[in-house]
């Protein structure tokens, strides 16, 4: 008898503890994914950021830049696409289109001395540089999270448990493969 109730002490305690150890790798998993979505968060603090501060430069540079429409349009265009955005890869794609825009933007505003001198347009320059800076690093410390997070659901025991509650992999933010092409600028309009 005494037997009996040693075995089912056994029994309960490795329940017990088995189930200790589930909820504790299940709110480890709770912890790994809102660091995620907090910096994910950063990320689309800083877009937000900078699509507020576009319009200005865009408005800035049209007085000075008025028949250089192709551009102005891209940023435009650009800056709709991030802001519509639903996915990490597609807010990545909109975001490497919108930078390499702005790129064409200052390549233009190069051959306009008095907007460079400009007060307004320094300032938003400058404004923009910061927040490109901050996007940067808030795209490092998710992609970091990420990662941390990625690993615990790929390694054992993790990854039972993952599979057992319905975490699975996040997505990195990452540059689309256009971002390292340099962009095309025709100022003569003849594509030569």
Known sequence: MKKGYMIIGIIVAVVVILGVMLMSSYNNFVNLEENVDQSYAQIENQLQRRLDLIPNLVNTVKGYASHEKEVIASISDARARLAGANTVEEEATANTEL??????????????????????????????????????????????????????????????????????????????????????????????
Not at 108 to 124: C, H
């Open 99 to 192: 930078t390499g825009a702005l790129s064409r933007l200052l390549v233009v505003v190069e051959n306009y001395p008095n907007l460079k001198a400009d007060q307004q347009f320094t300032q938003l320059m400058d404004e923009l540089s910061g927040t490109e800076n901050r996007i940067s690093v808030a795209r490092k410390d998710y992609n970091d999270q990420v990662a941390v997070y990625n690993k615990k659901v790929k390694q054992f025991p993790g990854a039972l448990i993952a599979g057992m509650t319905g975490f699975d992999q996040k997505e990195y933010f990452t540059a689309n493969p256009k971002a390292a092409e340099a962009p095309q600028v025709d100022f003569g309009g003849n594509g030569e």
